[in-house]
């Protein structure tokens, strides 16, 4: 009786088991295809984020790969749903004096720079509310848009996208500076907005920290120091500028960072040195890290307004020199201070009604009363502003100049449109101009290199019954016989030129 019923229990035992081991097998499946379709859906944020690692740290790419690159970031790049909470606690606020080795804390993410002196790293809510208002808005940009590496808005004054720093080309020891850059316009929920993809800006931006730290900033450039920083990486580094978001001034002012209280001004010198940069065309001007002395460009002649295709080519010392005679003039006359051109300055007016070429200084002489008691550099100063530095340095009173060689002109005309970056060759990179250009090699970073103002102290006997030279057709007090005076200071024959 008993073996009859044994037979089918274990028929149904049978049965249970294989259906159960069915039922583990199918879920097994099923887990495994779930999770390949989720790596699927994955893999394009992925390699949008291993894009960013890669275009940030690979070596620079070549003209056809920069031209892939330019045609896929022409197109709305795909952003994430749902940005996390704001915390502002994740950001750190520095400017351009920052160092690599300041203290930062653990939980800031994103470092929002600023082309001023900070003295450190600031917390965010040190800033006004309307200021942590646009920050937190490129907080959020960057994180719907991970590709970018860096956000920022407009200033004030621009009102709109095309007319603000965008794009650079080095070319030739020439960095082009425009505002061209591919408009890109998002109606994509939560980010409906209009931004302009750029690969250097000179507004205050929003970057990761981590990446901060890896582009490395370096802050002994001054002035430059932002310049330096997005040309380093060769256009790899990717910027959007959004359209409707605006930097106040309070974030958007400049100053030399950690070279702001120098008495000289060796910021483009650095920068020069560094990069190999003689030239920066900007949409306005034209700045030069040197000015020339070539004798085939500067002459002892009186100066004329540069026209045409002369616009690009060097600026002479003695363009700067008459500029710094002017402002000094000027400014003694509205002090009411009595002063003569002297030395080599009064040489040049007596020879040629003009600055030598070839020197690097302004000669004028002042009332030994005047210069006893020190007040007028401090009137000049009040006039003048931070133009120049003026005082005692280097064994001498003299001035020395706070800003580079530069031609104000529309550069518009130089480029073939708006996808040519470094222009044309024959205006600016002509036989004549790049000869010219190779005379300021080696771009030296001694004050003694560049332009200064020497004052030097007369008795008040000297400031009576004086004469007028005329220097660029303006004219100015000198000596009562100034020939005597030369010959005194150069021989009889100062009339014959000497090149130093």
């Known amino acids: 009786m008993k073996n009859h019923w044994r037979f089918p229990v274990f028929l149904v035992l049978f049965l249970l088991l294989f259906l ?24 394009p944020e992925f390699q949008s984020k291993q894009q960013v690692n890669t275009d940030t740290r690979s070596l620079p790419a070549t003209a056809t790969e920069q031209s892939e690159i330019d ?22 606020v520095v400017g351009n004096d920052f160092s690599q080795e ?68 080095v070319h030739k020891n020439t960095l082009v500076l425009r505002n061209t850059g591919n408009v890109i316009t998002t ?41 330096e920083f997005f040309i380093r990486y060769q256009r790899s580094i990717k910027i959007a500028k959004l359209g409707n978001l605006f930097l106040s001034s309070t974030l958007n002012y400049k100053d030399r960072g950690i070279l702001e209280k120098e008495i000289l001004y060796p910021d483009y010198f650095l920068f020069g040195s560094k990069t190999k940069i003689l030239r920066i065309v900007n949409p306005d001007k034209i700045t030069w890290t040197q000015c020339s002395t070539s004798e085939t460009l500067c002459h002892e002649r009186p100066l004329t307004k540069r026209s045409g295709s002369d616009v690009v080519l060097p600026v002479c010392c003695n363009e700067v020199l008459d500029e710094m005679l002017k402002d000094f003039s000027t400014a003694l006359e509205q002090l009411k201070k009595k002063y003569l051109v002297s030395h080599g300055t009064l040489l040049g007016a007596v020879r040629n009604n003009a600055i030598i070429p070839w020197t690097r200084d302004v000669d004028l002489a002042l009332l030994k009363k005047d210069m006893k008691d020190k007040k007028i550099y401090e009137e000049l100063r009040a006039i ?7 005082g005692y340095y280097e064994l001498q009173d003299r001035a020395l100049p706070h800003f580079m060689p530069s031609v104000a002109v529309n550069t518009l005309d130089f480029f073939a449109g708006t996808e040519d970056k470094k222009g044309k060759e024959e205006i600016l990179y002509s036989k004549r101009v790049l000869s010219e250009m190779n005379k300021l090699f080696p771009i030296r970073k001694s004050w003694l ?15 009576f019954n004086t004469s007028t030279v005329t220097i660029n057709g303006r ?26």
Not at 20 to 43: M, P, T, Y
Not at 121 to 134: G, S
Not at 449 to 463: A, G, H, K, T
């Open 71 to 92: 045609k896929a970031t022409s197109k709305p790049l795909q952003q994430r749903k749902n940005p996390p909470p704001f915390n502002m606690s994740s950001v750190g």
């Open 102 to 169: 300041a203290e930062v804390a653990t939980e800031t993410r994103y470092f929002f720079f600023v082309p001023h002196s900070l003295s450190g790293v600031l917390p965010l809510r040190q800033l006004r509310k309307e200021d942590i208002a646009t920050v937190q808005k490129l907080v959020t940009f960057l994180e719907l848009f991970p590709k970018f590496d860096a956000a920022t808005g407009l200033p004030h004054s621009s009102g709109s996208l095309n007319k603000t720093l965008c794009s650079y080309q």
């Open 475 to 500: 004219n100015y007090p000198t000596y009562r016989d100034p020939v005597v005076y030369l010959k005194i200071l150069y021989g009889e024959n100062y009339t014959i030129p000497v090149k130093e």
């Open 449 to 463: 290199s560049y332009v200064y103002l020497d004052f030097y102290e007369v008795q008040n006997s000297q400031m």
């Open 187 to 227: 109606n994509s929920p939560p980010a409906s907005l209009t931004y302009q993809e750029c690969n250097i800006v000179d507004t205050a931006f929003l970057m990761r920290k981590n990446d901060f730290f890896s582009y490395e900033f370096q802050n002994k450039y001054g002035i430059m120091s932002m310049t």
């Open 384 to 390: 003048l502003k931070d133009k120049y530095f003026i």
């Open 20 to 43: 159960v081991f069915i039922n583990v097998i199918q879920v097994g499946h099923s887990q495994i295809e779930d999770n390949r379709k989720a790596a699927s859906n994955l893999q």
